[in-house]
């Protein structure tokens, strides 16, 4: 692989780093990665291939044609329009929320007819009384068939149970039984009915082509003829939605692959020791509130004279400047008479107005308003003498007068 002569060493040297610790990453998953289809899965799902699974049910229902399908959608959703031709297998189901319950209730409720088996699905089960086993068996046991039923005819059935049920209720009918205890029983429940095994043993890859326990899988079902069959897989944690095939492996390597490329982003532009743009520069006070605050410093201090000779002195350098003698020391009443043979259109009151100027500086108790008047009429003179220096004030000289 070639990378583009325009990156930086540094980058390209980031980026090779970042893509092998994404392959590292994508190697680990795959070794560490749990294989589902192992012995040693427990789970009787119509997925998984192992000893334990049921992959080998499902495919012969379909092959034999049943009309089966996986369900894997909320439970709910079957219930409402599930009907008496209705047929599903809960295989050692794990139901998550009462929801479940109500929907295996309406389910039969409306006439379907379902396979619940171990401890979980005899729980699952519409007026199922199921109870933990007494004795725990690590071998298959052969059951010995009890009742007249079609059921009960499956022949030589092979189980190593996992629950036990409660008898009392005459509506329960026992099939086979094990070592006393029963492990099939079935029974009518409202319009529908309901087959529960002790486990799902007789289903299992392992265990299904041994004696008669497919017949007893078959027979458990019903007639195939004009029923749907749903193998329930939502309650074996495969309620499947739209970013259902997006996760595991996949969307764990896609999202390694997407924090590589951001930290690469952040370090690629982020090394820089000093920032990208200039500091904004600090916000200053307005010129109103810069006058505001001189103004009031001026009040607290008593300073007015001091403001007038401020202004006055301005006024005497800018005009000079105007002149022609600029840098010359002059009075109120030389800057007055210079002004006038410069400027002879002038406001009338420049000589008396640039005399109180230069009496009020010296003043101790100078009033404000005097102070202020005395700085107005520096500025409207400066401005006229300004516009006539440059051609512009004919106009304001006779509105002046």
Same mark, same amino acid.
């Given at each position: 692989m070639k990378?583009?002569? &325009?990156? #930086?060493?540094?980058? !390209?040297k980031l980026l090779l780093t970042c893509l092998a610790a994404v392959m590292a990453l994508a190697l680990i998953m795959g070794v560490l990665a749990r294989n589902q289809n192992r012995d040693d899965n427990p789970l009787p799902s119509s997925y998984l291939t192992g000893r334990h699974g049921a992959r080998a049910a499902? #495919?012969?229902?379909?092959? &034999?044609?049943y009309h089966v399908r996986r369900w894997e959608q909320p439970l709910g959703d079957l219930a409402h329009m599930a009907n008496a031709q209705t047929v599903v297998i809960f295989a050692d189901p794990f139901p998550n929320s009462p929801a479940d319950f109500k929907a295996v209730q309406e389910i039969v409720h409306?006439?379907?007819?379902?396979?619940?088996?171990?401890?979980?699905?005899? *729980?699952?089960?519409?007026?199922?009384?199921?109870?933990? +086993?007494?004795?725990?068996?690590?071998a298959a046991c052969r059951l010995t068939p009890e009742g007249l039923d079609e059921l009960a005819g499956s022949g030589q059935v092979w189980m190593a149970p996992a629950a036990e049920w409660t008898l009392g209720n005459p509506?329960?009918?026992i099939e086979y039984d094990c070592a006393g205890e029963p492990a099939v029983v079935e029974y009518d429940q409202g319009a529908g009915h309901v087959v529960w095994w002790a %486990?799902?043993?007789p289903l299992e890859n392992g265990s299904i082509g041994r004696d008669g326990n497919l017949a007893?899988?078959?027979?458990?079902?019903?007639? $195939? +003829? *004009? $029923? !749907?069959?749903?193998? #329930?897989? %939502?309650? $074996?944690g495969e309620t499947r939605s739209e970013w259902f095939y997006a996760r595991g492996a996949a969307m764990n390597l896609l999202l390694a692959g997407l924090a590589a490329i951001g930290m690469l982003v952040v370090f690629s532009f982020s090394r820089r020791s000093g920032p990208v743009r200039d500091m904004p520069a600090p916000t200053r006070a307005t010129p109103v509130e810069f006058l505001e605050a001189l103004g009031s410093l001026y009040a607290k201090a008593g300073a007015a004279a001091t403001a007038v000779a401020l202004a006055y002195e301005r006024f005497r350098r !800018?005009?000079? *400047?105007?002149?022609?003698?600029?840098?010359?020391?002059? %009075?109120?009443d030389e800057l007055g008479a210079l002004l006038r043979r410069r400027f002879p259109q002038a406001g009338t009151e420049l000589e008396e107005d640039l005399a109180a100027c230069e009496e009020a500086a010296n003043e101790e108790r100078l009033a404000p308003k005097r102070a202020l008047a005395l700085v107005q009429a520096l500025d409207r003179h400066g401005a006229l003498l300004a516009a006539l220096a440059l051609g512009r004030g004919t106009t304001k000289a006779r509105r002046a007068r």
């Amino acid at each position: 692989m070639k990378l583009p002569d &325009s990156l #930086d060493a540094r980058d !390209r040297k980031l980026l090779l780093t970042c893509l092998a610790a994404v392959m590292a990453l994508a190697l680990i998953m795959g070794v560490l990665a749990r294989n589902q289809n192992r012995d040693d899965n427990p789970l009787p799902s119509s997925y998984l291939t192992g000893r334990h699974g049921a992959r080998a049910a499902y #495919d012969l229902l379909a092959a &034999s044609g049943y009309h089966v399908r996986r369900w894997e959608q909320p439970l709910g959703d079957l219930a409402h329009m599930a009907n008496a031709q209705t047929v599903v297998i809960f295989a050692d189901p794990f139901p998550n929320s009462p929801a479940d319950f109500k929907a295996v209730q309406e389910i039969v409720h409306r006439g379907g007819r379902v396979l619940v088996t171990g401890a979980t699905g005899g *729980e699952l089960a519409p007026g199922g009384a199921v109870r933990p +086993a007494t004795e725990f068996r690590m071998a298959a046991c052969r059951l010995t068939p009890e009742g007249l039923d079609e059921l009960a005819g499956s022949g030589q059935v092979w189980m190593a149970p996992a629950a036990e049920w409660t008898l009392g209720n005459p509506l329960y009918r026992i099939e086979y039984d094990c070592a006393g205890e029963p492990a099939v029983v079935e029974y009518d429940q409202g319009a529908g009915h309901v087959v529960w095994w002790a %486990s799902a043993t007789p289903l299992e890859n392992g265990s299904i082509g041994r004696d008669g326990n497919l017949a007893l899988f078959l027979n458990a079902l019903g007639p $195939h +003829a *004009e $029923h !749907r069959f749903y193998w #329930d897989e %939502s309650l $074996h944690g495969e309620t499947r939605s739209e970013w259902f095939y997006a996760r595991g492996a996949a969307m764990n390597l896609l999202l390694a692959g997407l924090a590589a490329i951001g930290m690469l982003v952040v370090f690629s532009f982020s090394r820089r020791s000093g920032p990208v743009r200039d500091m904004p520069a600090p916000t200053r006070a307005t010129p109103v509130e810069f006058l505001e605050a001189l103004g009031s410093l001026y009040a607290k201090a008593g300073a007015a004279a001091t403001a007038v000779a401020l202004a006055y002195e301005r006024f005497r350098r !800018r005009m000079s *400047e105007l002149s022609g003698c600029k840098g010359q020391q002059m %009075s109120a009443d030389e800057l007055g008479a210079l002004l006038r043979r410069r400027f002879p259109q002038a406001g009338t009151e420049l000589e008396e107005d640039l005399a109180a100027c230069e009496e009020a500086a010296n003043e101790e108790r100078l009033a404000p308003k005097r102070a202020l008047a005395l700085v107005q009429a520096l500025d409207r003179h400066g401005a006229l003498l300004a516009a006539l220096a440059l051609g512009r004030g004919t106009t304001k000289a006779r509105r002046a007068r």
